[in-house]
T-cell receptor, first 120, second 113 residues
Framework: AQKVTQAQTEISVVEKEDVTLDCVYETRDTTYYLFWYKQPPSGELVFLIRRNSFDEQNEISGRYSWNFQKSTSSFNFTITASQVVDSAVYFCALNHRGFISNFGNEKLTFGTGTRLTIIP | DAGITQSPRYKITETGRQVTLMCHQTWSHSYMFWYRQDLGHGLRLIYYSAAADITDKGEVPDGYVVSRSKTENFPLTLESATRSQTSVYFC????????????FGPGTRLTVT
């Protein structure tokens, strides 16, 4: 079964602190993709990153970095020097392929999200 | 305007009524998706579509119907609304396949009384 676990329901940190959001996934597929999305208070979902299962290199984009470790089935997200604008709900998601439908069955399974609050 | 839009943005309806949520995208993306977002559950897939006239069930399809006669539109119908369908509904689209990033609409907040 495909599953994404975000064990941290809510995190609060003081501005400028670093914070790591955990994501653990389960899949039987050898090829899969992992995603992070941000949902700010305005409600829209914003794509942050996609990583495929064959690329375990860490990714850095400004203050954001992602650590993908297949050995522990984790895809953690770190925000360095957090800012108030980082306050949002963050979702980790897993794409997997099923075999039910003839045309393919690629779907995203989302974790339950982590609500991050940055305290000024 | 380019992008993905949903209408209405807010809807209040009564139990038993039929409700249709609209989704329109201007990118000609092949894949379109409907999710519902509930506290404690994250986003759960209701239905998705790989192309016009090709749809399939997601994780929570019961009580919902979809159609896709045109690539750009993907309406979601609640045949007989129930209180458990009170939720925020998001439509999304992606190029080619779901392993590409999905672009989400602004959401529709539906309340069933």
């Amino acid at each position: 079964a495909q599953k994404v676990t975000q064990a941290q329901t809510e995190i609060s940190v003081v501005e400028k602190e670093d914070v790591t959001l955990d994501c653990v996934y389960e899949t039987r597929d050898t090829t899969y993709y992992l995603f992070w999305y941000k949902q700010p208070p305005s409600g829209e979902l914003v794509f942050l990153i996609r990583r495929n299962s064959f690329d375990e290199q860490n990714e850095i984009s400004g203050r954001y970095s992602w650590n993908f470790q297949k050995s522990t089935s984790s895809f953690n997200f770190t925000i360095t020097a957090s800012q108030v604008v980082d306050s949002a709900v963050y979702f980790c998601a897993l794409n997997h392929r099923g075999f039910i439908s003839n045309f393919g069955n690629e779907k995203l399974t989302f974790g339950t999200g982590t609500r991050l609050t940055i305290i000024p | 305007d380019a992008g993905i839009t949903q209408s209405p943005r807010y809807k209040i309806t009564e139990t038993g009524r039929q409700v249709t949520l609209m989704c329109h995208q201007t990118w000609s993306h092949s894949y379109m998706f409907w999710y519902r977002q509930d506290l404690g559950h994250g986003l759960r897939l209701i239905y998705y579509s790989a192309a016009a006239d090709i749809t399939d069930k997601g994780e929570v399809p019961d009580g919902y119907v979809v159609s896709r006669s045109k690539t750009e539109n993907f309406p979601l119908t609640l045949e007989s609304a129930t209180r458990s369908q009170t939720s925020v509904y998001f439509c999304a689209s992606s190029e080619v396949a779901a392993f590409n990033e999905q672009y989400f609409g602004p959401g529709t907040r539906l309340t069933v009384t």
